[in-house]
């Protein structure tokens, strides 16, 4: 902090300037990030995404606080979980933000925008991310592997078992006997154990329910004779 400059010399005597120079407080913007940048739910879904803030003030100025505010589409609702951030000169800190869709919204991509304002001057930043609402009306991809349509069951039991997929992911698969739910799988393979004991000779009726992440269900169904 002391800065001598020279100025002239005349025999043996120097002339020198000498200065004494604190450091100084230089505030610059700060620097905003969301992520993820884009996202797909279905309209109503409640996505996460994180708000990231940096402050860029040199070390002279301390700590500062950050207000962040969120802009939104017309019936879309936002929560962050801090309204503030008080931040020391190069550090970072963070925010949760929660955005939900309205159910009625139409399939597009929307523009949310997370900003933050250092309280004590104008200096501010944004950062744009997306909300891309998809509605999918496609079944999922269903399929009995056991047992075969048409088969004779004996014994004290059977596995009954069934494969499926959906790009959106499956939340359920459910297997019925003669209409009435006998076990709900929520995870592959997808599968469920048939008491025989108990049941009447003859044909039934075993039926295999998958629903998506969309509520978009695929049915299937077989008959079997219990021997």
Do not use: M
């Not at 700590?63 to 929560?79: C, D, I, K, R, W």
């Not at 550090?91 to 955005?99: E, F, L, P, R, T």
């Amino acid at each position: 902090g002391i800065q001598i400059t020279h100025q002239a010399l005349a025999g043996n005597v120097a002339t020198v300037d000498v200065s004494f120079s604190g450091a100084t407080c230089q505030r610059n913007a700060p620097t905003v990030g969301v992520t993820p940048l884009s996202q797909t739910g279905a309209p109503g879904a409640r996505l996460a995404y994180t708000v990231s803030v940096r402050n860029n003030n040199t070390t002279a100025c301390g700590s500062s606080g950050f207000n962040l505010a969120q802009a939104l589409p017309a019936g879309f609702t936002g929560t962050l979980s801090a309204t503030s951030l008080t931040l020391g000169a190069g550090a970072s800190g963070s925010a949760s933000w929660q955005v939900s869709s309205p159910s009625s919204a139409a399939e597009a991509t929307y523009t949310l925008t997370a900003s933050a304002t250092e309280a004590a001057v104008a200096n501010g930043a944004s950062q744009h991310a997306s909300y891309v609402v998809y509605r999918d009306s496609v079944a999922p991809s269903l399929a009995i592997t056991s047992p075969a349509a048409g088969a004779t069951l004996s014994g004290s039991s059977a596995t009954l078992a069934a494969s499926a997929s959906d790009a959106s992911g499956i939340t359920a698969v459910e297997f019925l006997v003669d209409g009435a739910l006998l076990v709900r799988d929520t995870s592959a393979p997808y599968s469920a154990k048939w008491n025989l004991r108990k049941v009447a000779k003859g044909t039934h009726t075993i039926a295999v329910r998958a629903t998506d992440a969309y509520g978009n269900v695929a049915t299937q169904s077989i008959n079997v004779t219990r021997n």
